[in-house]
């Protein structure tokens, strides 16, 4: 293989082809999706990090989550679209990463994801170190495997 070319003359992919979902008759849509965080770290896996992808998948509104499974360092989820036409799930998956790392920013200098100025369950929550986000999960909460299985009536 040279410059990303095999022997035979065809391109070679790095990762599989994800054509855009189609609305067929009585067929449903459900995408597998991966959520990873860039550089990779395992600091996923907590109750805050949990919450904060709870409330930014309600933000997210035109994909529904079901079954998720939050790791260390990646999150898997299905989804189905929640409205048609549905956008793209790279352009969905990254707004959803945005909201989650508001929501982080937002607990660990203290206040609340919607500005009330309270960690939500009414204990101070303590700044982060200049190491930023990912130095201060692991401290702020114990880490632990966290999969959920939420309201059915979304999907």
């Given at each position: 293989m040279r410059n990303g070319i095999v022997n035979n003359g065809?391109?070679?992919?790095?990762?599989?082809?994800?054509?855009?979902?189609?609305?067929?008759?009585?067929?449903?849509?459900?995408?597998?999706?991966?959520?990873?965080?860039r550089p990779r770290g395992a600091f996923l896996a907590n109750a805050v990090v949990r919450t904060a992808f709870i409330d930014a998948c309600a933000d997210a509104d035109t994909w529904s989550v079901g079954r998720y499974v939050i790791m260390p360092d990646h999150i898997h989820l299905f989804c189905a679209p929640a409205k048609w036409p549905a956008p793209g799930i790279k352009r969905?998956?990254?707004?959803?990463?945005?909201?989650?790392?508001?929501?982080?920013?937002?607990?660990?200098?203290?206040?609340?994801?919607v500005g009330d100025g309270?960690?939500?369950?009414?204990?101070?929550?303590?700044?982060?170190?200049?190491?930023?986000?990912?130095?201060?999960?692991p401290g702020l909460m114990e880490g632990e495997p966290v999969a959920s299985r939420p309201d059915p009536s979304r999907l």
């Amino acid at each position: 293989m040279r410059n990303g070319i095999v022997n035979n003359g065809l391109p070679q992919r790095k990762r599989p082809v994800h054509p855009p979902p189609l609305e067929r008759h009585n067929e449903p849509v459900i995408l597998f999706v991966t959520l990873a965080t860039r550089p990779r770290g395992a600091f996923l896996a907590n109750a805050v990090v949990r919450t904060a992808f709870i409330d930014a998948c309600a933000d997210a509104d035109t994909w529904s989550v079901g079954r998720y499974v939050i790791m260390p360092d990646h999150i898997h989820l299905f989804c189905a679209p929640a409205k048609w036409p549905a956008p793209g799930i790279k352009r969905w998956s990254g707004y959803v990463k945005e909201r989650i790392t508001k929501r982080l920013k937002a607990i660990l200098a203290g206040g609340s994801p919607v500005g009330d100025g309270s960690a939500g369950d009414g204990s101070a929550q303590p700044r982060p170190p200049s190491g930023g986000i990912r130095d201060a999960l692991p401290g702020l909460m114990e880490g632990e495997p966290v999969a959920s299985r939420p309201d059915p009536s979304r999907l």
